[in-house]
């Protein structure tokens, strides 16, 4: 899973996002906007098997301003085990 951060100028985003409309509303569904309150940002999240496959619904004029940030969560468990884990290291001071 990976979250989709597409920037682009406000000179940019129509443009932007007649690219997205003619990828298909599918595609077009899949991202949330910021340009109506200034910030000209599409967010999606997808499920991809790498970042270049992710990225392949960002528009092609915009793709290369675009990052993909592979998703992961946490559970209870992981977290507390984590802090036994830094609870082991030895202090450097």
């Known amino acids: 899973m990976y979250l989709i951060e597409s920037p682009h100028t406000a000179e940019e985003c129509l443009g932007a996002l007649d690219e997205l409309l003619e990828m298909g509303p599918a595609v077009l569904e899949q991202y949330h906007f910021g340009c109506l309150v200034g910030v000209h940002m599409g967010w999606a999240i997808v499920n991809a098997e790498s970042e270049a496959g ?29 802090h036994r884990e830094m609870e082991e290291v030895p202090s450097k001071t």
């Open 54 to 82: 992710a990225l392949k619904i960002v528009p092609g004029s915009l793709r290369s301003k675009a990052r993909a940030v592979k998703l992961n969560k946490f559970t209870a468990d992981q977290i507390k085990e984590a």
